[in-house]
C-alpha cells in the first residue's frame, strides 16, 4: 500500500511540475544592452550570450551606430528535460544592421576580437557564419550542440551573433541527429529551423 501511495505522490508531483512550467524568454536590445552593462553577463546560464564570448566586446553594439538591430534569447523551463522528451533547444540571436562605411569598421573589429575557429566557414544566402574561438577556448568545441558563432553579410551590411545549446538536465541532447551528423550540408535547415523565429535568413537584401 505505501508502495502504491509513493507512486501515485510521485506521478503528482510530476504532473503539477510539468503543468507549471516557467519558460525564459528575451527579445529587447535595449534591456540586453542595459543588461550586459550592469552585470557583465548575458541571460543565459549556459553563457551563449555572454558578451565575453558571444560579441567582440562589451560595448560592442553602442561602439558602431546601427540602423536596425534584434535581439533575442529563450530558453524552455530546465525542468521539462526530466519529465518529457518534447524540448527546446536554448538560443540566443543578435542582429546589427549599418550603413555602408559603420559596417566595414565594424566588420574588422569584429574579425580582430572573434577569429574564426580552423578558418572554416559556413555559408548560406550572403551570410558567413564561423564558430567563436573565444567560446572554444573557455568551454570546448560541442559544435553544433553547444556553440556560439558570428555572422556577416557583405550585401545587406548585417552582423549577426548567435548561440546554441540543446543539452537538457536528462543530459541527451535534443538536436535532430541531421545535425549532428551533417551541419554542413544541412546549415541553412538549421538557420532556418532553428532561428526561423527571429529572423528571416531567406529574404534578399
Known amino acids: ?4 501511495t509513493s507512486i501515485i505522490l510521485i506521478t ?34 549556459v553563457e551563449i550570450d555572454h558578451p565575453d564570448y558571444f560579441l567582440p566586446s562589451l560595448t560592442f553594439i553602442q561602439d558602431y551606430n546601427y540602423i536596425d538591430g534584434k535581439y533575442y534569447w529563450c530558453e524552455d523551463d530546465p525542468l521539462r528535460g526530466l519529465f518529457t522528451t518534447n524540448v527546446n533547444s536554448e ?7 549599418y550603413e555602408e562605411t559603420t559596417y566595414y569598421n565594424a566588420k574588422e573589429f569584429m574579425l580582430e576580437k572573434i577569429e574564426p575557429y580552423n ?10 557564419f564561423y564558430e567563436n574561438s573565444n567560446f572554444i577556448n573557455l568551454h570546448y568545441r560541442d559544435f553544433p550542440e553547444w556553440f556560439t558563432m558570428a555572422c556577416y553579410n557583405d550585401v545587406s551590411h548585417t552582423l549577426i551573433f548567435i548561440g546554441f545549446d540543446s543539452g537538457t538536465l536528462a543530459g541527451p541532447s535534443c538536436l535532430e541527429e541531421k545535425y549532428i551528423d551533417d551541419i554542413d550540408n544541412n546549415w541553412g535547415d538549421f538557420l532556418n529551423q532553428y532561428y526561423g523565429q527571429c529572423y528571416n535568413f531567406n529574404e534578399q537584401p
Do not use: P
Open 1 to 4: 500500500m505505501k508502495k502504491v
Open 12 to 45: 503528482m508531483c510530476s504532473l503539477f511540475l510539468i503543468g507549471c512550467y516557467q519558460d525564459l524568454k528575451k527579445s529587447s536590445l535595449d534591456e540586453y544592452i542595459l543588461h550586459i552593462n550592469q552585470n557583465k553577463i548575458g541571460y543565459s546560464s
Open 91 to 97: 538560443i540566443s540571436f543578435l542582429c546589427l544592421q
Open 119 to 128: 578558418n572554416k566557414f559556413y555559408e548560406y544566402n550572403n551570410y558567413v
